[in-house]
Structures are given as structure tokens and as C-alpha cells.
């Protein structure tokens, strides 16, 4: 029997139905766009043509860049993590007029700026240290969600395809196990991007010094 503090809520049940939207419609759509941008028999060719000295973690470089072979899935198994930074920069998608990696204006419905959204909604659960939403919460972030969805399945022209999925979720039953494991996923995901962040960071800081070392080394020779 589950402690009272670990018992679930209505608050973890928010959570869990948010992640599961997330983990489920959300990456699928954002899967279908990057078939529609880049069909996934191209596509070992292309990501090493464009993005092979790309800064990934090892389990993205293994998944998309094996040392042996090559990718040779459908997507299926790429989270919105991988998803995100292949739309981002290898789809020739123009930024939303925040630019990439920032919160899109409220009004603003282009394709980036609804890819946004869903990187963002993801990110808002991940960092959630005890893994619940209030009633407040979880209608902000399911309206984002929903925004999103419906205006990339417009891009998509699926006929609704995502956005009935994730009217269906909304009300689905969610048991503790089932949130759990939406919970351990998404978290996962979010750990994912956060190692991404410090590797991209280390690299701008090493191109940095590096560029201060060239310049001192050129001040001296011109002195």
C-alpha cells in the first residue's frame, strides 16, 4: 500500500496526463513533421552531410551516427529532445520572431514558435521536482499543448489526427504506475537537454579562449 505521501493525487494525475500527451501525441506530430521535412530514408545521409560535428550526447551520436552502419529507423525512437534540435537545424524552418530556444510571443502561431511550445510544456513538467500540477497548472500547460497541436496538424494537414488523440487523453483514466512511467520518460528527456545545454556551452566557451588566444597572439606580433 502506497505511503500518504507518495499516494497519488489529483495534482501527480495532472502531471501524468500531461506527460503522457506529451510523450504520446506530441512527439508523434513532431515525428510526422520531420518525415514531411526530411523522409527518413534520406536521412543518414543528409544529418551527416549537415550535422555530423553537431554537439550530441552519446546516446543521440549512437542512435543517429552509429560507428558502424547507419540509422536506418522511421523515428519511432527519437523523444522530443532529438526531435526538437533536428527541426530546429535541419529543416530550414524560420525562427519565430523570439527566436529559437525562447518563449514565442502569445499570439504568435508560426510552425517554430508552436514547436516552441512543446519544448517548453516539456520542460515546465521535467523541472517539476515533486511531479504534480494544480488544476491552474495543468490547464495552462494542456492549452499550450492543444494550441500547438492544432496548429502544427494545420501545417501537417492530417485532418485532425493529433489533436483528436489529445482531446481522447484528456479524460483517459491514469493509474500511479501509468503516471510513474510517464514521469520517469519525461524526466529522462529534460536530464537529456539539460546535457545537451552544458555541452553546447563548453564548446562556445572553449571557441571563446580559443578566439582570445588568436588575438592576444596577434596584438603581440603587430606590437
Same mark, same amino acid.
Given at each position: 500500500?502506497?505511503?500518504?505521501?507518495?499516494?497519488?493525487?489529483?495534482?501527480?494525475?495532472n502531471?501524468?496526463?500531461?506527460?503522457?500527451?506529451?510523450?504520446?501525441?506530441?512527439?508523434?506530430?513532431?515525428?510526422?513533421?520531420?518525415?514531411?521535412?526530411?523522409?527518413?530514408?534520406?536521412?543518414p545521409?543528409?544529418?551527416?552531410?549537415?550535422?555530423?560535428?553537431?554537439?550530441?550526447?552519446?546516446p543521440?551520436?549512437d542512435?543517429?551516427?552509429?560507428?558502424?552502419?547507419?540509422?536506418?529507423?522511421?523515428?519511432?525512437?527519437?523523444?522530443?529532445?532529438?526531435?526538437?534540435?533536428?527541426?530546429?537545424?535541419?529543416?530550414?524552418?524560420?525562427?519565430?520572431?523570439n527566436?529559437?530556444?525562447?518563449?514565442?510571443?502569445?499570439?504568435?502561431?508560426?510552425?517554430?514558435?508552436?514547436? @516552441?511550445?512543446?519544448?517548453?510544456?516539456?520542460?515546465?513538467?521535467?523541472?517539476?521536482?515533486?511531479?504534480?500540477?494544480?488544476?491552474?497548472?495543468?490547464?495552462?500547460i494542456?492549452?499550450?499543448?492543444?494550441?500547438?497541436?492544432?496548429?502544427?496538424?494545420?501545417?501537417?494537414?492530417?485532418?485532425?489526427?493529433? @489533436?483528436?488523440?489529445? @482531446?481522447f487523453?484528456?479524460? @483517459?483514466?491514469?493509474?500511479?504506475?501509468?503516471?510513474?512511467?510517464?514521469?520517469?520518460?519525461?524526466?529522462?528527456?529534460?536530464?537529456?537537454?539539460?546535457?545537451?545545454?552544458?555541452?553546447?556551452?563548453?564548446?562556445?566557451?572553449?571557441?571563446?579562449?580559443?578566439?582570445?588566444?588568436?588575438?592576444?597572439?596577434?596584438?603581440?606580433?603587430?606590437?
Amino acid at each position: 500500500m502506497a505511503t500518504p505521501q507518495y499516494s497519488t493525487t489529483s495534482d501527480t494525475t495532472n502531471a501524468g496526463r500531461a506527460s503522457r500527451v506529451l510523450l504520446g501525441p506530441c512527439s508523434a506530430q513532431l515525428r510526422d513533421l520531420l518525415q514531411d521535412h526530411v523522409p527518413s530514408q534520406k536521412f543518414p545521409q543528409i544529418i551527416r552531410q549537415k550535422m555530423a560535428n553537431h554537439k550530441w550526447t552519446k546516446p543521440q551520436r549512437d542512435l543517429i551516427l552509429p560507428s558502424t552502419g547507419q540509422y536506418s529507423g522511421n523515428y519511432s525512437d527519437f523523444d522530443i529532445s532529438l526531435l526538437y534540435t533536428l527541426l530546429r537545424n535541419l529543416c530550414n524552418i524560420p525562427k519565430h520572431k523570439n527566436g529559437w530556444g525562447n518563449d514565442p510571443d502569445p499570439n504568435d502561431m508560426s510552425l517554430s514558435a508552436n514547436i @516552441e511550445r512543446i519544448r517548453i510544456c516539456r520542460n515546465r513538467l521535467g523541472h517539476a521536482l515533486d511531479f504534480s500540477l494544480s488544476d491552474l497548472e495543468f490547464n495552462d500547460i494542456w492549452s499550450s499543448i492543444s494550441t500547438a497541436v492544432i496548429e502544427i496538424d494545420k501545417v501537417l494537414k492530417s485532418n485532425h489526427k493529433h @489533436e483528436k488523440d489529445v @482531446e481522447f487523453l484528456r479524460y @483517459e483514466p491514469m493509474d500511479s504506475e501509468m503516471a510513474k512511467h510517464f514521469k520517469e520518460t519525461l524526466r529522462k528527456q529534460y536530464e537529456e537537454d539539460l546535457e545537451i545545454k552544458s555541452l553546447l556551452s563548453e564548446h562556445i566557451k572553449c571557441s571563446d579562449e580559443k578566439l582570445d588566444g588568436m588575438i592576444y597572439i596577434l596584438i603581440i606580433g603587430i606590437s
